[in-house]
């Protein structure tokens, strides 16, 4: 077996070859037509090839191994110098047989035999022509098989589409060679030179980049045209290839100088601001953060880590892009308040006067935070505790954590939590991305130059969730005591004390607040306002600072007690003074409007005034309305917002018995009216009501403000009430208003949000209030001046409920049932 070493040789023509000449001249149409008119022997040795395929009229040199090899060559070379040779299928197969051997070869002529130092033999062999194993006669010492002739099928000399295609293998043939650095630029003489149509599809396939396989699928087309037209396919994948090669070499090469060229400027520019006594050199740099480190008051393991990661830095070229990302790493480090905590002052009374002063009310909020500074005064290495503000809006949650960290003495930063989707935001990125940054956590104790400030995590509740992550779990380990000393920020790569942390968060629900989260946090309910305690922060806080913000002073505006108290009952519904604030900042404006244009107008505001400015009232219908009608009961509800009564209408028609409910409930609230229903029917005779009332009409309940949503169990003794006074015809006690759920049993259970409610039923001018009895204990924790004018009704059964609502009084034009 023989293995070719051929690199883009001459062609050797038959007639014209010495053994002694050095030039082997190209073969010509006359050697092809000599050639075809040779007679082929009946049987030949057969010479396997183990990674080419030989041509007809193509020179090659071959270098033998094998001792079959060898000695069919010395054989052959003493006699006819004639041999046929085929390519091997497998060319790990070491001594080939009939099956391993493809049927179609060439037969080959030696033109010249070499021994060579190693002891292997090279010979150079040209084709002749094709031929087809017929049968494999012997196999020792050498393959011998009998063979016949395979004609080619020539298109006529006039074919213009083969002479196309002929001109298009010259074409593109030598453009292979132009753009190919490893093939020699005289090999284009011989392209140009060919004369022999045949030799050169021949030629150039036996030249080609192609596998084994592909050539010998060349070499068995029969017919001229077609092998030349797959010729020319694979031809140009092989120019397609060469061009994008050589495409991606020429950019890299062009990238390269482009970095080359910007590092020789850059170095030029770092010389030419060093000697103008401007810019910093790496060096310098990385000297200054050496010298900033010594200052630094972390841990041996921390100075490790930055140590580690200045000398990577030094190790780096300034003018790659990672240079830039590990200096700002190393800045953060080094800006970090590594240990660096402000000392916390613990004069409660100072504390305590801090907090009366810019909060007026919220004095169970003020002294529940007294309690905790108090705590941390006694122990001092306290972890610092978790608290949660929890209420409605405008009510001073977020200012009251300003205030916390004026009276301890430490700096305050504000994060706002409000829709934050990206999970990123508390963690941070990893700094392998590009643009990654630190946390907002890491990122605001940076800001605020200590690692003990009071940190005010703004709207807790409005935390949101995406594909990005989940922020509120993020946040599992910052509100932790027992976790945050160890704190893990993805770009800071290690953990960051937050223990000492004070973090107070602000909420207006606890039903969205992540149930793992809400146990970490100690909640304060910090509840709204009575109408005088919102005339009172009027006064000293909102009206004086519209007036700064204004550019007004004291003197240009005066606003009355009972205005103020009409602003608030006419004008805002809220448990917080937001909206109050709003309002005020009108009046603020009207008054600067006619400073401004030098008009007159009322330093001292009446109620003219606050209709001028402010409009009529808009809030009226929230006060308590007449008892005249049979089925009209006026409720408590909680709203996010703050406490608000509710109005519950019913009313019969002649019908089957049908009940109806409508204004925009939720599905506990039509439970509630269905319980009462239900109950109603069952005690009938105790109510004196007929049971063939409830066959003979259709009951519809109703609550107003239909585009408002409302649920909860809340008013399910306001519905019993309704319905008992339907159906009896009797009025509902003057000036009462009830909140309590109701169980098929007749109990009456207790309900949440009771201190928002009263407020409510206040500022509607309600005179009494009837409750569950289990509700006792949260009156007892409400201050007496929030209860001044109100009687309360405590009660466990709906029986209880229906003696002190329902009076004896028929409604005036009672309908007899």
């Not at 004095?363 to 006694?378: F, G, N, Q, S, T």
């Not at 939590?417 to 990206?422: E, V």
């Not at 309910?525 to 204004?550: F, M």
Request: a negative charge; hydrophobic letters at 35%.
């Amino acid at each position: 077996m023989a293995k070719s070493k051929f690199k883009m040789l001459d062609s050797l023509s038959l007639q014209d070859f010495d053994e002694n000449s050095e030039l082997i001249p190209l073969m010509t149409p006359e050697d092809e037509a000599e050639i075809n008119n040779e007679v082929l022997p009946e049987a030949l040795p057969i010479l396997p090839l183990r990674n080419t395929v030989l041509f007809p009229g193509v020179v090659i040199p071959i270098t033998a191994g094998r001792d079959t090899s060898i000695k069919l060559i010395n054989d052959a070379n003493k006699g006819s110098k004639v041999i046929g040779v085929v390519a091997q299928k497998d060319e790990s197969v070491e001594d080939p047989t009939k099956k391993d051997i493809y049927k179609t070869g060439t037969v080959a002529r030696i033109l010249k035999v070499l021994k060579m130092p190693d002891g292997n033999t090279t010979v150079i062999i040209q084709g002749k022509k094709r031929f087809q194993i017929d049968e494999v006669i012997a196999e020792k010492p050498y393959l011998n098989a009998t063979i016949k002739d395979v004609p080619e099928e020539k298109p006529a000399p006039d074919n213009e589409e083969f002479g196309a295609i002929i001109d298009s293998i010259k074409d593109m043939a030598l453009q292979i060679i132009t753009d190919s650095p490893n093939i020699p630029t005289e090999a284009s003489f011989a392209i140009k030179n060919i004369e022999s149509n045949s030799f050169l599809v021949n030629f150039v396939s036996s030249n080609m980049n192609l596998s084994v396989k592909d050539k010998q699928e060349l070499l068995e087309v029969n017919d001229l045209k077609n092998r030349a037209l797959k010729t020319l396919k694979y031809m140009n994948l092989e120019l397609q290839k060469l061009e994008l090669k050589n495409d991606i070499q020429s950019k890299v090469q062009s990238d390269l100088n482009q970095q080359q060229r910007e590092y020789f400027l850059h170095q030029q520019m770092k010389q030419i601001q060093e000697e103008l006594g401007g810019g910093v050199s790496s060096g310098e740099e990385i000297e200054d953060m050496r010298a900033r480190a010594k200052d630094k008051q972390w841990d041996d393991k921390v100075a490790e880590h930055f140590n580690k990661e200045l000398a990577k830095m030094q190790r780096m070229n300034p003018q790659v892009a990672e240079y830039s990302i590990q200096r700002n790493y190393l800045d953060l480090f080094l800006d970090l308040p590594w240990n660096e905590f402000s000392e916390d002052q613990f004069d409660l009374k100072r504390a305590k006067d801090i907090l009366d002063r810019d909060h007026y009310g919220l004095d169970d909020v003020k002294r529940r935070i007294i309690e905790y500074l108090a705590v941390l005064k006694l122990r001092n290495d306290m972890k610092s505790p978790i608290l949660c503000l929890y209420g409605p809006p405008g009510v001073g949650k977020t200012s009251l954590g300003k205030s916390i960290a004026e009276a301890l003495g430490r700096e305050y930063v504000r994060m706002s939590l409000g829709g934050l989707r990206d999970e990123a935001e508390i963690r941070g990125h990893r700094k392998t991305y590009i643009g990654a940054m630190p946390g907002r956590i890491l990122q605001s104790l940076k800001k605020a130059g200590t690692s003990n400030p009071v940190f005010v995590l703004d709207e807790i509740d409005k935390l949101s969730n995406s594909h990005q992550g989940d922020p509120s779990s993020a946040m599992l380990e910052v509100l932790d005591p027992e976790q945050n000393s160890e704190f893990y920020d993805n770009f800071l790569e290690m953990g960051f004390d937050l223990s000492k942390v004070m973090f107070i968060a602000t909420s207006n629900s606890l039903n969205t607040i992540q149930p793992a989260l809400r146990d970490r946090m100690e909640i304060i309910n910090v509840t709204g306002y009575t109408i005088e305690e919102k005339v009172e922060i009027a006064k000293r806080h909102l009206l004086p600072k519209q007036l700064s913000e204004h550019g007004l002073d004291e003197k240009a505006l005066k606003i009355a007690k009972p205005q103020l108290e009409r602003i608030v009952e006419g004008y805002t519904r809220e448990s917080g003074v937001r909206g109050l604030e709003k309002q005020l900042a009108k009046m603020v404006r009207y008054a600067a409007k006619n400073i401004a244009m030098e008009e007159d107008y009322n330093v001292k505001v009446d109620n003219e005034d606050i209709i001028e400015v402010l409009g009529a009232p808009r809030l009226e219908r929230d006060k308590y309305e007449n008892n005249h009608v049979a089925g009209v009961v006026t409720g408590l509800a909680w709203t996010r917002v703050g406490g608000d009564i509710l109005f519950i209408e019913s009313i019969l028609s002649k019908g089957k018995g049908n009940l109806t409910i409508t204004g925009n409930l939720g599905k506990v609230m039509k439970e509630s009216a269905t319980i009462a229903m239900e109950y109603i029917k069952a005690n009938a005779d105790n109510f004196g009501i007929d049971a063939e009332v409830f066959e003979k009409y259709n009951v519809h309940i109703h609550v107003p403000e239909g585009a408002t949503p409302k649920d909860g169990p809340s008013a399910g003794v306001t519905m019993l009430t309704s319905l008992v006074s339907l159906f009896t015809q009797r009025k509902v006690k003057k000036s009462l208003a009830m909140t309590g759920e109701i169980t098929l049993r007749g109990k009456v259970l207790p309900v949440g949000g009771i201190k928002e409610k009263i407020l409510a039923a206040k500022r509607a001018k309600i005179k009494e209030i009837l409750l569950s009895k289990e509700n006792k204990r949260d009156i007892d924790e409400i201050k007496p001046e929030y209860l001044t004018g109100l009687t309360f009704h405590y009660v466990s059964d709906m029986s209880e409920v229906l003696d002190i609502a329902i009076t004896n009084q028929k409604v005036k034009n009672a309908k007899k049932l």
